[in-house]
């Protein structure tokens, strides 16, 4: 599960989730969401990206469907498969090519959050608008 929550200029990605495999499925949902992105898609793309630590992995991964989509167009709508190895993640994702909005200018650092949470995870990600 995630929510927004809304700074001026700024937005902040909240993630609850049961595995740190469904944080990062939330985290595409929620840029999605956030970019308009709705419907099906049929094109394939593999995303790996290594960083230090969990929550740096996952600043990374939406730093990844950020540039595919600003730079090349592809509007990420489903995660097909992840492979979350020490500090790198690969993964499948599903979706199309189109005109996503370019709303996102960067994804920051700031409150930055990957943890255990209970029987769960719990991350946070800060987007600049």
Do not use: C, Q
Not at 87 to 102: F, L, M, S, Y
């Amino acid at each position: 599960m995630y929510r927004w929550v809304e700074h001026i200029g700024e937005v902040e990605l909240a993630i609850t989730a049961e595995s740190e495999r469904d944080v990062f499925a939330d985290a595409l949902a929620g840029l999605a969401d956030l970019l308009g992105i709705e419907g099906n898609g049929a094109e394939r793309r593999a995303i790996e990206v290594s960083a230090p630590d969990r929550p740096a992995l996952l600043a990374g991964w939406l730093e990844e469907l950020v540039f595919l989509a600003e730079v090349e167009g592809f509007e990420p709508i489903e995660l097909r498969d992840l492979e979350l190895a020490g500090d790198t993640v690969k993964a499948a994702v599903e979706g199309r090519h189109g005109h996503p909005r370019p709303i996102v200018k960067a994804v920051t650092y700031h409150r930055l959050a990957f943890e255990s949470a209970g029987s769960g995870y719990r991350a946070t990600v800060v987007l600049d608008v």
